[in-house]
């Protein structure tokens, strides 16, 4: 009797599990992001970790060129990052004028401060190369991680977003958990 019924609880938490995975659902993003950050020299790992829909990444670092600070504001969305916003700082504090976004290319080539935002330019995939005046910082959920301590001068660090993938040999488990969060719990909750 009871051998019957542990096989009749596993048959049904089995069926729903499927269930739950093959069932159609309303279009929606994908909440999770699977973000890394690799001594690209190394391989040693940096970061790993899920983001939230929407989560916001800050690069900030300094322009050789001409000596102002740069701030990246990057968005976690659906397995990859979306540049939101740019501002290269005044040096003397005031206010950044505001810029167009499609001028921005531009503007990173010929300086001076400015501030785009209203951005969504999509990336995957970036190589930060460090060298001795750029100094670059990242903050990602709450930590900060000086690029050039991690990899060091004339090093590089790799960074990498996409969903989180089930990989049961030789993956993490955060890997795991954030893609079962990720396949169960709607966006937004």
């Known amino acids: 009797m009871r051998r019957g019924l542990a096989i009749g609880i596993c048959v049904l938490a089995l069926s729903s599990a499927t269930l739950l995975i093959l069932a159609p659902r309303a279009a929606r993003p994908r909440g999770l992001t699977w973000l890394e950050l690799t001594d690209a020299g190394s391989g ?28 990246e504001v990057f968005a976690a969305r659906a397995g990859r990052l979306d540049l939101t916003q740019v501002t290269f700082a005044d040096p003397r504090g005031l206010p950044p004028p505001a810029a167009r976004p499609e001028d921005l290319d531009d503007l990173y080539h010929t ?50 977003a996409r969903t989180p993938h089930l990989r049961l040999v030789g993956g993490s488990l955060g890997e795991i958990r954030a893609y079962l969060r990720d396949l169960i719990i709607p966006a937004g909750e």
């Open 111 to 160: 300086g001076g401060a400015f501030h785009v935002e209203g951005l969504a330019r999509p990336l995957s995939r970036a190589v930060f190369r460090i060298g001795e005046i750029g100094d670059p910082v990242m903050t990602i959920a709450g930590r900060t991680i000086h690029l050039k301590q991690e990899a060091g001068f004339g090093g590089a660090v790799l960074m990498q």
């Open 44 to 71: 040693r790992t940096i970061f790993a970790g899920a983001l939230s829909y929407d989560e916001p990444i800050v690069l900030t670092w300094k322009n050789s060129l001409f000596n102002l600070t740069v701030t």
